[in-house]
T-cell receptor
Framework: SQQGEEDPQALSIQEGENATMNCSYK?????LQWYRQNSGRGLVHLIL?????REKHSGRLRVTLDTSKKSSSLLITASRAADTASYFC?????????????FGQGTELSVKP | GAVVSQHPSWVICKSGTSVKIECRSL??????MFWYRQFPKQSLMLMAT?????????EQGVEKDKFLINHASLTLSTLTVTSAHPEDSSFYIC?????????????FGSGTQLSVL
């Protein structure tokens, strides 16, 4: 079953603007991950943040995690048209699930040139 | 980086036929692979966890006799959709973890678009 909810479901911005996507989850987690999916393709891992971390950066990506609110956000700064894709958060539960991830509903990002 | 190859990319078949999808880890051994299903503009739904040398673990609501999973080696898992029907049409994606039992990132295949006529 899905445990992640993301908002917004769709986001349209201009190139150069920042894009923020949010993810909420229900159960305790080991870590939370963000993935990107181009239309009709597989997913690409972007960043992983562990339950004891609050913020993480990778290039133009910034991820925050608030375990008290069971929520995370992904910020893409200075967006580019090539960032157009769907973005999913995924949670790894605290007990050993052999790497099993539960995905959120996703945010469809459109960056207009 | 780790590469997961999924084949075929797309397949069209007649209702009642069976379709096999392969998922290979090309440069690492994957003791565990995962199979997901995705409908248009929706999230990935985990179907089953494929374990090398043992039976797959299916998620609730997934018919194990309908979706046969075989993980015969550390680099290959297959998903067979048996007696496919139009409602089985979907995008199927496999993934693998390098860490096996640890909760680390997954590497995904490029997906298979199945269309059942």
């Amino acid at each position: 079953s899905q445990q992640g909810e993301e908002d917004p479901q769709a986001l349209s911005i201009q190139e150069g603007e920042n894009a923020t996507m949010n993810c909420s989850y229900k159960t305790s987690i080991n870590n939370l991950q963000w993935y990107r999916q181009n239309s009709g393709r597989g997913l690409v891992h972007l960043i992983l943040i562990r339950s004891n971390e609050r913020e993480k950066h990778s290039g133009r990506l910034r991820v925050t995690l608030d375990t008290s609110k069971k929520s995370s956000s992904l910020l893409i700064t200075a967006s580019r048209a090539a960032d157009t894709a769907s973005y999913f958060c995924a949670t790894a539960l605290t007990y050993n699930q052999g790497g099993k991830l539960i995905f959120g509903q996703g945010t469809e990002l459109s960056v207009k040139p | 980086g780790a590469v997961v190859s999924q084949h075929p990319s797309w397949v069209i078949c007649k209702s009642g036929t069976s379709v096999k999808i392969e998922c290979r880890s090309l440069d690492f051994q994957a003791t565990t692979m995962f199979w997901y299903r995705q409908f248009p503009k929706q999230s990935l739904m985990l179907m089953a966890t494929s374990n090398e040398g043992s039976k797959a673990t299916y998620e609730q609501g997934v018919e194990k006799d309908k979706f046969l999973i075989n993980h015969a080696s550390l680099t290959l898992s297959t998903l067979t959709v048996t007696s496919a029907h139009p409602e089985d049409s979907s995008f199927y994606i496999c993934s693998a973890s390098r860490g096996g039992a640890t909760n680390e990132k997954l590497f995904f295949g490029s997906g298979t678009q199945l269309s059942v006529l």
